[in-house]
């Protein structure tokens, strides 16, 4: 069974993702020319990357995400609550 943590600040939350399984299940970035609501399996450029892992943010990347390992026939995960403050260097706003 996977394990992802989900970091949130007082305003906001991530889904910390390996890279690897984000392109496992077929994501990709959505082109410049692309609007919001994107087609298909895209990531937002809301959601950073800070070396093997993508942080998903929360109002639509992350819910594609678990919604496409559903579809593809996996477990749901574990969720790990991780809260962190504005100036936590764990915050993806920090990056």
Known sequence: ????????????GWLKVPVSEVMK?????????EKWPYQGRRVSWFSP?????IYLEEDCDMGAFLAALE?????????NEVI??????RNPRNF
Do not use: L, N
């Not at 299940?25 to 020319?33: L, V």
């Not at 990357?49 to 892992?53: D, E, L, R, S």
């Not at 579809?71 to 969720?79: A, N």
């Not at 962190?84 to 260097?89: I, L």
């Open 1 to 12: 069974m996977k394990i992802y943590d989900y970091i949130q600040d007082p305003g906001h």
């Open 25 to 33: 299940h077929r994501f990709e970035r959505p082109g410049a020319d």
């Open 49 to 53: 990357i800070k070396g093997a892992y």
């Open 71 to 79: 579809e593809d026939g996996f477990d749901k995960p574990t969720i």
């Open 84 to 89: 962190v403050s504005d100036t936590d260097k």
